[in-house]
């Protein structure tokens, strides 16, 4: 079993930055493939951000793409979210979610064996 749990949500006004963060345990964290996704009210949860456990390939949904940043810290076993220029379309509940280590990454949300509790991004026009 991997327990994630999410920080760095809250308020921000449009163009602002937040950076999340996801700290997990219960499994080797290195052998996880780690991502993030986020779901707005009435619509479904979409994918966002993933990032390889080797931390050599990173993947990210055309909407984030140049400015949102994924990373992780094996050590700590944390990753973490860095959104710059944030947008109100970018308002959302984000999870994190880990699956176990594979040679491809899917952004579809069944590929995903675990999930966070999920923290709120609000972003203000």
């Known amino acids: 079993q991997v327990q994630l749990e999410e920080s760095g949500g809250g308020l921000v006004q449009t163009g602002g930055s937040l950076r999340l963060s996801c700290a997990a345990s219960?499994?080797?964290?290195?052998?996880?493939?780690m991502g993030w996704f986020r779901q707005a009210p009435g619509k479904d949860r979409e994918f966002v951000a993933a990032?390889?456990?080797?931390?050599?390939?990173?993947d990210y949904a055309g909407s984030v793409k140049g400015r949102f940043t994924i990373s992780r810290d094996n050590a700590a076993t944390t990753v973490f979210l860095q959104m710059n220029s944030l947008k109100p379309e970018d308002t959302a509940v984000y999870y994190c979610?880990?699956?176990?280590?594979?040679?491809?990454?899917?952004?579809?949300?069944?590929?995903?064996?675990?999930w966070g509790q999920g923290t709120q991004v609000t972003v203000s026009s």
């Open positions: 979610a880990a699956a176990p280590r594979s040679s491809i990454i899917l952004r579809t949300p069944t590929f995903w064996n675990y």
């Open positions: 219960g499994r080797t964290f290195s052998s996880l493939i």
């Open positions: 990032i390889s456990w080797s931390v050599d390939t990173t």
